[in-house]
């Protein structure tokens, strides 16, 4: 075994990597993470007790988000950036230590280890990493928030590179950190933290989104254009808003067309963008079909975050990262200085040399349907449900993947009566985007809120339907969740789901293979939550709920 990973839909055989990530993750790289990880746990060790003193947790927090963004899968492949993030991570953790003084000799190895030798790193983090707790419940457990703690990162860091912090939540980043540290704290206890790990997804979630619809305004019901135009381009992927905006105004007059990608798709539907002219679009599908659409698009490309696959001999000289994305051999835009925007100049000259976009389909989608909007039509809603044209709202948010069972997702939609309408938000989308469900009413069958940074929109709907038919619980109204679910940031929302009680939801393809059958079984018994099944029989089943 040269790794232990198991933090994604796609682990082998629903058990875990060791060889080789599914994902194109080499060992080394898997090991430097989990150092990464251990090293932030002993950030939080330290960045707790100063919190406790009433010491700000911002620099300790802030850290502990971009460090951890890095560790998502699909969003960074480069060992030597991550040499580069442990040495930091060392250094604000004896920072911390020295602050909080003397606390005597029973500290975690991760708030003491010293990292003196960097070619031990990769055998040093397969020791400290997923296997290094044995008792596979409280594993599952410390895991579950790990993974959790990803996807809050992930969220939380895109809110501060828009101005949006809270040092609430960075508190809680680093008490729930310390916690998985702590060999005292029960598997009750671990149960209780992994639920708060979901309450402080919920409010990064609403932090991110306040971030996002300051900056930006509210997303508003859009036709988004799927062909292309005649001049050279750029494709924009992941989901950094703020990389979004600096592009459009660095790209604007220079004949270079913008087009997004994948979970970059939400970006047409923010007035501030569409004053664009050359905001050409989408082109293409989901993240696993990268390497077909990147080599037919011609132009140059830029990876804004996580949702990187191995890169193709065929793009490797116009693909850029940015950001914590990254990938060895391709060039990387560096971050903002002294308040300055990103230096986005490479990518653009790489697009005048390229070729326009080769269309590989035509006509339009549409999408735009955050809260805000989804409020807006809140009477047409609430009147179409009450005269039955309505009959069920199923939430099919979450992640897309390769896996072939993923046809599942596809199948619900087209199975579901035409009574129903879906709820989306994430890549999971491009499972139904494109088929022509139709409309109740004027209202769209398939209502896109956005990426998976906006599931907060898809709480708030369902919270506004509660308050709008005057109910207590959030479960009794007519509404079904069918989660697809790939990586951590679908993690971070299944949590904050169970943190606001929902009940019943499917998940799949799989469980995540890091639920011990212990965990598994206190979660079903607790939430009812269950695995996909057939496509036909969960359709019967959801429509027939009360």
Not at 431 to 436: A, D, G, S, T
Request: proline share 4%; net charge negative; charged share 25%.
């Amino acid at each position: 075994m040269k790794m232990f990973c198991w933090q994604c839909q796609e682990a082998l055989k629903n058990e875990g990597c060791t060889a080789r990530g599914v994902c194109g993750k080499e060992p080394d790289t898997a090991n430097l993470q989990d150092l990464l990880t251990f090293v932030v746990k002993g950030i939080g060790y330290y960045g707790s007790i100063l919190a406790e003193r009433g010491e700000s947790a911002a620099e300790a927090g802030r850290f502990a988000l971009r460090a951890l963004f890095a560790t998502i899968t699909n969003a960074n492949f480069d060992d030597a950036r991550f040499h580069d993030l442990i040495a930091e991570a060392l250094e604000l953790r004896d920072r911390l230590a020295e602050r909080c003084g003397d606390l005597g000799t029973e500290l975690p190895d991760a708030a003491t280890w010293r990292g003196d030798d960097p070619s031990e790193y990769p055998t040093k983090g397969y020791h400290v990493g997923v296997l290094s707790t044995e008792n596979e419940d409280i594993r599952s457990l410390r895991e579950t928030i790990v993974y959790g703690l990803r996807g809050i990162a992930a969220y939380g860091d895109h809110a501060a590179v828009l101005g949006k912090e809270d040092d609430e939540i960075y508190r809680g980043v680093l008490q729930l950190l310390a916690a998985v540290l702590d060999d005292r704290k029960t598997a009750d206890e671990l149960t209780a933290l992994v639920l708060e790990t979901g309450n402080l997804a919920v409010k990064t979630m609403a932090l991110l989104d306040a971030a996002n619809t300051g900056a930006y305004g509210n997303p508003e019901i859009s036709t988004v254009n799927i062909g292309v135009g005649k001049n050279p381009a750029i494709l924009i992927s992941g989901h950094d808003l703020r990389d979004m905006e600096e592009l459009l105004k660095q790209t604007e007059g220079t004949g270079v067309d913008v087009y997004t990608h994948c979970e970059m798709l939400p970006a047409n539907y923010y007035p501030e963008f569409k004053k664009y002219s050359h905001f050409i679009g989408n082109y293409g599908n989901s993240w696993w079909k990268q390497n077909k659409e990147f080599d037919a698009f011609n132009g140059a490309i830029l990876m804004t975050t996580n949702c990187i696959t191995p890169v193709q001999d065929s793009y490797r000289d116009r693909i850029f990262t940015t950001g914590m994305a990254g990938y060895p051999g391709v060039q990387h835009i560096p971050d903002r200085s002294n308040g300055s925007a990103k230096n986005f100049g490479p990518v653009i000259e790489r697009a005048k040399q390229c070729d326009p976009p080769t269309e590989i389909e035509s006509g339009s989608i549409v999408g735009g349907f955050a809260h805000a909007q989804v409020t807006a039509l809140a009477d047409k809603v609430v009147d179409a449900v009450k005269s039955g044209a309505i009959q069920r709202f199923v939430v099919m948010a979450g992640c897309d993947g390769r896996q072939k069972g993923r046809s599942y997702f596809t199948e619900v939609a087209e199975a579901l009566p035409e009574s129903s309408v879906i709820l989306t938000a994430g890549c999971a989308k491009y499972r139904y985007n494109k088929l022509n469900l139709g409309e109740i009413d004027g209202i769209p069958r398939v209502l896109d809120a956005g990426q998976c940074n906006d599931s907060y929109s898809l709480v708030m709907i369902a919270l506004k339907l509660k308050e709008a038919f005057g109910l207590e619980n959030i479960n009794d109204l007519p509404i079904s969740y069918d989660i697809a679910w790939y990586e951590q940031k679908a993690v971070c929302v299944l949590l904050a789901l169970l943190s606001l009680g929902v009940r019943n939801i499917r998940l799949g393809p799989t469980l995540p293979a890091f639920l011990s059958p212990g965990v598994a079984k206190v979660i079903s018994e607790n939430f009812n939550l269950m695995p996909t099944g057939d496509a036909r029989e969960d359709v019967a089943a959801m429509t027939a709920a009360g």
